[in-house]
């Protein structure tokens, strides 16, 4: 397959691409800052471009069968009330998709984008209020801009609980539609389960248009 990575400099984004080309694939890293990305194959081509500009990332998105997007942005004291960077990227992204006829977009999220009853004591009265709540909000509103205004794109919105940067023990996945895998007692994901779970979705055409919990095996 030909798979563009958007994100590919961050501690995510290369462990996608490292998945990606261990599997054989053609990967395009569409990156700010090509200087950042010191990983060198002869499958890996990287290309600058800017994500909140689809002219620019039309030219490196055209050929590709999936796009595969690692972009994420820290929460901070300074910004937890006022986060736009989710909504604010995957609408020059979409734009770019569909400028460049590739339909197939997989992304990640995160556990608890949305409010429920059921969500647990911690998430619900402290992390959300305190830290991650607008970082959520806004990944919530990204993949409802998905489900709603872009039916020709066929997303998944990969959903992680925390992220480590501990090896796989490569052991499958663990993955439910929804908003977590608490039952697998595990709230944690290394960041290769993630490429490797994305890379799954690539390769295999599942989860079309869902939201897909995932945690590490």
């Known amino acids: 397959m030909r798979i563009a990575v958007l994100g590919a400099t961050g501690p995510s984004g290369i462990q996608v691409v490292k998945e990606a ?3 054989g694939h053609e990967v395009r890293a569409i990156v ?3 200087d950042k990305l010191v990983e060198k194959h002869d499958k890996l081509q990287v290309v600058k471009a800017n994500i909140f500009d689809p002219d620019t990332m039309v030219p490196h998105l055209k050929g590709q069968d999936a796009v595969l997007s690692c972009l994420g942005c820290s929460p901070s004291w300074f910004s937890i009330w006022n986060i736009t960077f989710y909504t604010d990227t995957v609408k020059p ?6 400028r460049a006829d590739v339909k197939r977009f997989i992304f990640m999220s995160s556990w608890y984008t949305k409010t429920d009853s059921q969500d647990p004591f911690f998430m619900t009265w402290l992390l959300k209020p305190l830290v991650l709540g607008q970082s ?3 990944m919530g509103e990204m993949e409802d801009y998905l489900a709603t ?9 990969v959903r992680a609980p925390q992220l480590s940067n501990s090896e ?3 052991k499958p996945v663990q993955f439910k539609e929804g908003q977590d895998v ?3 007692g595990r709230f944690i994901c290394c960041r290769r389960d993630v490429a490797r779970f994305m890379l799954d979705a690539a390769e295999s055409g599942n989860f079309k248009r869902k939201c897909m919990a995932i945690a590490s095996g």
């Open 32 to 34: 700010r800052n090509p």
């Open 168 to 170: 796989t023990t490569g």
């Open 93 to 98: 992204v979409v734009t770019a998709l569909r």
């Open 149 to 157: 205004e872009c039916p020709d794109i066929e997303y998944t919105s």
């Open 182 to 184: 608490a039952s697998s």
């Open 136 to 138: 959520l909000k806004n």
């Open 21 to 23: 080309l261990q599997r």
